[in-house]
């Protein structure tokens, strides 16, 4: 694929490219990251062919589940759940504060 160098610098085969320079690019498209395989297009280059850009990761069911529990949280209790609390928590809070409404 033909690339440009949006930076100078050394990169495919050691070879020095300049800001601007037009290449073909054959390097990798996808690379493992953290056990899972994932698309790849380096930062310092941009496509000039108009490929595809990388696809965003695809979420599994426990990560909607999740989400879904940090809107209803935030709907409830009128404030975003700190990022780290994990759903059983969530779930607790949530009846908590509803409980606590309803008195």
């Known amino acids: 694929m033909k ?3 949006i ?12 800001e601007g320079e ?17 698309d790849y297009f380096p930062s310092w280059m941009e496509r000039l062919d108009g490929g595809k850009k990388a696809a965003e990761p695809r979420k599994d069911d426990e990560d ?3 989400e879904a529990l940090r809107q209803e949280f935030e709907l409830v209790i ?14 607790k809070e ?9 008195e």
């Open 22 to 38: 037009v290449f073909d690019y054959n390097g990798p498209t996808r690379i493992m990251r953290g056990g899972k395989e994932v």
């Open 78 to 91: 009128g404030e975003k759940p700190h990022h780290m609390k994990k759903a059983e928590t969530l779930r």
């Open 64 to 66: 909607e589940a999740l």
């Open 7 to 18: 930076k100078r610098g050394t990169y495919p085969n050691n070879r020095e490219r300049v």
């Open 94 to 102: 949530i009846d908590e504060a509803i409980a606590a409404k309803s």
């Open 3 to 5: 690339v440009r160098a």
